[in-house]
């Protein structure tokens, strides 16, 4: 039997791809259109929002929402990817390392700034993944991009390990933080642990393992997650009439907008455009 349309939010385990989670959702859905709303490396766990039939053309946009994250970062060995799966590229005491010093300089890293991701990353150049051109051998210098910090809480401080906690705009690389954080206190850092504890609205509560959603697969259903996850405007009839359409409307829209009909219906997605709103996708 094939799932609705709507979200699955995963709890990703350890040593899986964010590709395969895709594969066993496709499985236990009865359906091919399956996608997910931004990658989770394989040493990281947490959570992973998936798309099923018509929702998935809601992932690009959940994919620019807030992030979190729980972190532990290594002080003292730097890694090729920044994190424990790569090679050791250096090493430094840590004995001299104050801990105010740490509270201090990841405290920094606060606001927006601007963050050069991981080498081993998804970021393309010249239309290739980073990552595919560094595993043939290429030297891949990425361009700093702007990022925002919302919050990063610094739990304990363990010699070399600092567990913390991160809340970030997409696109920032925990990992970079770590790299970042090493350097500037002078003996270099990686990732050591990564578990993402919510994609916008969507946290560890709503999430689900594979197995669990073997038993059971809890689908939000389309227009639930719409509301949970954007603005939310309710339309007059003539109003739904225009959208079933794909009609600009005279709506004052700060952002992308989900719209519904008088019935509860979703209808669309619109955002301010040229002084009106328009159509961004339209699910009737």
Same mark, same amino acid.
């Not at 259109?33 to 690009?60: E, N, Q, S, W």
């Not at 990841?106 to 927006?112: D, P, R, S, T, Y």
């Not at 990552?131 to 610094?154: C, D, K, N, S």
């Given at each position: 039997?094939?799932? +609705? ?7 990703? #385990?350890?040593?899986? *791809? ?25 040493? %990281? ?76 990353? %998804?970021?393309? =150049? ?10 043939? +051998?290429?030297? =891949?210098?990425?361009?700093? $991009?702007? &990022? ?10 363990? +010699? ?11 696109? *920032?690389?925990? $990992? !970079? ?13 990686? /990732?050591? !642990?990564?578990? $993402? *504890? #919510? ?6 509560? #709503?999430?689900? *393992?594979?197995?669990?959603? %073997?038993?059971? /697969? ?24 225009? &959208?079933?359409?794909?009609? !600009? ?11 519904? #009909? ?12 040229? +002084? =009106?709103? $328009?159509? =961004?996708?339209?699910?009737?």
């Amino acid at each position: 039997m094939t799932a +609705g349309s709507g979200l699955v939010v995963v709890d990703k #385990a350890g040593g899986m *791809t964010s590709h395969d989670v895709v594969a066993r959702v496709r499985r236990l859905a009865g359906t091919r259109k399956v996608g997910h709303a931004g990658t989770l490396d394989p040493m %990281a766990t947490g959570v992973l929002v998936l798309g099923v039939g018509r929702a998935t053309r809601l992932l690009g946009h959940l994919m620019l929402t807030e992030k979190a994250y729980d972190a532990t970062i290594r002080l003292g060995v730097a890694t090729t990817t920044d994190d424990a799966e790569g090679e050791v590229v250096a090493t430094a005491p840590t004995d001299g390392l104050d801990e105010a010093e740490v509270q201090r300089v990841l405290a920094g890293f606060v606001g927006e700034i601007d963050q050069v991701p991981t080498a081993v990353s %998804a970021v393309k =150049v010249d239309g290739r993944r980073a990552y595919e051109r560094v595993r043939a +051998g290429e030297q =891949v210098e990425l361009a700093p $991009r702007r &990022v925002t910090i919302h919050e990063l809480v610094v739990h304990e401080v363990a +010699g070399a390990d600092v567990r913390i906690s991160v809340r970030c705009s997409s696109g *920032t690389y925990v $990992r !970079a933080i770590a790299r970042d954080a090493g350097a500037a206190l002078g003996v270099g850092g990686h /990732l050591t !642990a990564l578990r $993402r *504890t #919510a994609v916008g609205a969507f946290g560890l509560d #709503a999430a689900r *393992t594979l197995e669990q959603l %073997a038993d059971d /697969l809890a689908v939000v259903p389309l227009a639930e997650a719409a509301r949970r996850s954007f603005p939310v405007v309710d339309l007059d009839e003539a109003q739904a009439r225009d &959208v079933r359409f794909g009609r !600009a409307l005279a709506l004052d829209l700060e952002g992308v907008t989900a719209l519904f #009909a008088p019935d509860g219906e979703f209808l669309a997605l619109y955002e301010p455009r040229d +002084g =009106v709103a $328009r159509a =961004v996708a339209v699910f009737v």
